[in-house]
């Protein structure tokens, strides 16, 4: 065994970090989201790129929400037809009964059409929901698969698991604004066209309350959606810590820490209730005061349009009113959907914006066009007046050099933070070199492809990392095709086989996550 020293002179001690003030009141660390760099609308506009590949559901979608649209707005005049057969077929006998049988027929066809397009466009937009949602979890999945080490050296799990989930289900927002877009403007413009056409003095007077509810709408429109971004950056900071935490279970408990934990994340967890106490307390103010300003002007459409009635039956009939009352009801609720749009996009514009961030993301180690692959090697690894940063201005390495030939064992010794590990990690690029070169049998790793290097490597972690599965899918994880007689062979090599004869399930044993079903030395 050669016992290779680094000459400290070409060593940067990483900065350790100040623990000083432990005896001050305790603050907790805010746990900050990631935070996007498109901006809402850009990232919107990406998002529709997705959409257009579902142009076809799509589509179908915006025709069944454009015809449930129209088949409610038309409850109204529906309902003032029933009203003028059952008044003008009163002394009618069999012939106006007739004429109710058919419009009562008409009545269930009518209803059963609205009813197909409410499921079609449901159902439309769940699948677009669920098919947006699979194909950006897969793509930002496998966009991190990617990623050099460095990528998650500036990142926490927590935030990368909270894209994958609260983000991405967050995205879907867009749906229902898209939904809002279509129903709410042709039920608020047909609606109104029908308020004048129907009658259009008690129109004028329902259009006064129209200003007041607007500016309602707007007004909590735009306090909840600063709200809606502040609420998901709160419940991704509940998963960066819950993963966190719980991940790392074992120091907590090791030290004792577990009401500080559970302090800490009461804390988070109050920011949560706290945001969204606002965004219900701004909705649900919202909604009534919108009820109240509609009743108020139903009540006075039912005034002035019942002693029209009174003076001039004729010219205006009771069903008349009752129509201009269902739309009048119809209008308001569109006016309430429309302020939803805005609120949908913030979210959903926030949560893209965070996500497709993560994917702009260009890994700094990739293949040369011209990459070679690596059949099999000697093992000659070569350090040639090498230089390495974490971050930049901060040197790890500098100028090392040094041979290590085929055959050699060579234990590299220093102090802690000396950068034995940053050595062992450039050998098969876990991060690139800032200067210099190291060549595996005189090539360099930087010209040849990285899955062809990295198969000439076996590295054992300072860290036991072990996947939630049996004992065999572990130890395939090094060559996934390899062999039954391969994979024992392997255990045996790892001095593991003895002990894994001895359990009831054998290579099938279950052995939890990190490997936690087996004894440490194990």
């Known amino acids: 065994v050669s016992r290779l020293r680094i000459p400290t002179s070409g060593l940067r001690r990483r900065k350790e970090p100040d623990l000083k003030g432990k005896g001050k009141k305790r603050k907790y660390a805010n746990f900050e989201p990631l935070q996007g760099e498109l901006g809402q609308w850009k990232a919107l506009m990406r998002l529709w790129q997705y959409l257009w590949e579902l142009r076809t559901p799509l589509f179908l979608g915006l025709t069944c929400t454009l015809l449930w649209s129209v088949f409610t707005l038309g409850q109204g005049g529906l309902v003032a037809l029933f009203l003028k057969v059952i008044r003008e077929s009163a002394a009618g006998g069999r012939e106006g009964i007739q004429q109710l049988n058919f419009w009562t027929a008409l009545g269930f066809f009518y209803f059963a059409a609205r009813g197909l397009m409410a499921f079609g466009k449901d159902y439309t937009w769940q699948y677009i929901s669920h098919r947006l949602s699979f194909r950006l979890r897969n793509e930002l999945f496998a966009h991190l698969q990617h990623q050099p080490i460095s990528f998650f050296d500036h990142r926490k799990t927590g935030q990368l698991m909270s894209s994958l989930s609260h983000d991405i289900s967050a995205v879907n927002s867009v749906l229902a604004a898209i939904q809002d877009s279509i129903n709410a403007p ?39 959606r600063s709200f809606a971004g502040r609420l998901q950056h709160n419940l991704s900071s509940i998963t960066e810590h819950a993963e966190e935490t719980l991940a790392g279970a074992r120091v907590v408990k090791s030290f004792g820490n577990e009401d500080y934990e559970i302090e800490r994340f009461r804390q988070i967890s109050t920011n ?38 009174i003076e001039n039956p004729e010219r205006y009939p009771i069903e008349y009113i009752a129509a201009f009352v269902i739309v009048l009801q119809q209008v308001a609720n569109a006016a309430r959907n429309f302020g939803n749009i805005s609120v949908n996009l913030a979210q959903a514009g926030t949560a893209a914006d965070r996500v497709f961030t993560l994917i702009n993301v260009k890994s700094d180690i990739v293949d040369k066009p011209e990459a070679i692959e690596f059949d099999r090697v000697e093992g000659r690894i070569e350090f040639d007046n090498v230089d390495f940063a974490y971050s930049p201005g901060i040197p790890v390495l500098k100028g090392i050099s040094f041979v290590m030939e085929p055959g050699e064992v060579v234990a590299l010794v ?40 990295r198969r000439q490597i076996g590295i054992v972690p300072q860290d036991t990392i072990l996947f939630a599965g049996t004992l065999r899918e572990n130890i395939l994880y090094g ?21 894994i004869e001895r359990l009831p399930q054998g290579l099938d044993t279950v052995i939890g996550e990190r490997g936690t079903r087996l004894s440490g030395g194990q």
């Not at 060559?479 to 002990?499: D, G, H, P, Y």
């Open 186 to 224: 042709v039920i608020l413009v047909g609606g109104v066209i029908a308020l004048f056409v129907i009658n259009w003095p008690l129109a004028l007077i329902s259009c006064i309350f129209l200003p007041p509810i607007a500016a309602i709408i707007v007004r909590a429109t735009r306090r909840m």
């Open 272 to 309: 949560v209730f706290r945001s969204v106490l606002r965004t219900v307390r701004t909705r649900l103010a919202m909604g009534p005061m919108v009820e109240y300003l509609g009743i108020v002007a139903i009540m006075l459409v039912l005034w002035v349009g019942g002693k029209q009635h």
């Open 414 to 453: 220093g102090p802690t933070g000396s950068g034995k590990t940053s050595i062992a990690s450039l050998i098969p690029r876990f991060y690139d070199v800032a200067g210099g070169a190291i060549r595996l049998d005189g090539v360099d790793v930087r010209d040849c492809t990285l899955a062809s290097l």
């Open 479 to 499: 060559r996934l095709n390899a062999t039954e007689e391969e994979v024992i062979e392997a255990a045996k090599m790892a001095n593991a086989w003895e002990f």
